[in-house]
Nanobody
Framework: QVQLVESGGGLVQAGGSLRLSCAAS????????MGWFRQAPGKEREFVAR???????????YYADSVMGRFTTTRDNAKNTVYLQMNSLKPEDTAVYYC???????????WGQGTQVSVAS
């Protein structure tokens, strides 16, 4: 059974940092696009960051403008885990954060259950 499990969320003061983890099980995701999305109350889910395999050990990363320069996504394929390092957090970063695994093919896209991030002003 394929599972994505996020962890690392919590409550932090503005300007603080958190590191989210997304542990994948059930298959290997090294060639999948691993993404982070978030959904704030009353808003639609939005893209945050993604990591795309480019062959060999090369991955390209992409970020939403709102988090560029503050958030960094990395992945440890040996652990089948992807991370989102979030620095200089702002109250507007408050949301439930989800990771997903997208094969960019007809195969299923997988989502985690989400982890809450709350940033106090």
């Amino acid at each position: 059974q394929v599972q994505l499990v996020e962890s690392g969320g919590g409550l932090v003061q503005a300007g603080g940092s958190l590191r989210l983890s997304c542990a994948a099980s059930g298959r290997t995701f090294s060639t999948y696009v691993m993404g982070w999305f978030r959904q704030a109350p009353g808003k639609e889910r939005e893209f945050v960051a993604r990591s795309r395999w480019s062959g060999g050990s090369v991955y390209y990363t992409y970020y939403a403008d709102s988090v560029m320069g503050r958030f960094t996504t990395t992945r440890d394929n040996a652990k089948n885990t992807v991370y989102l390092q979030m620095n200089s957090l702002k109250p507007e970063d408050t949301a439930v954060y989800y990771c997903n695994a997208d094969p960019e093919s007809n195969a299923p896209v997988y989502w985690g259950q989400g982890t809450q991030v709350s940033v106090a002003s």
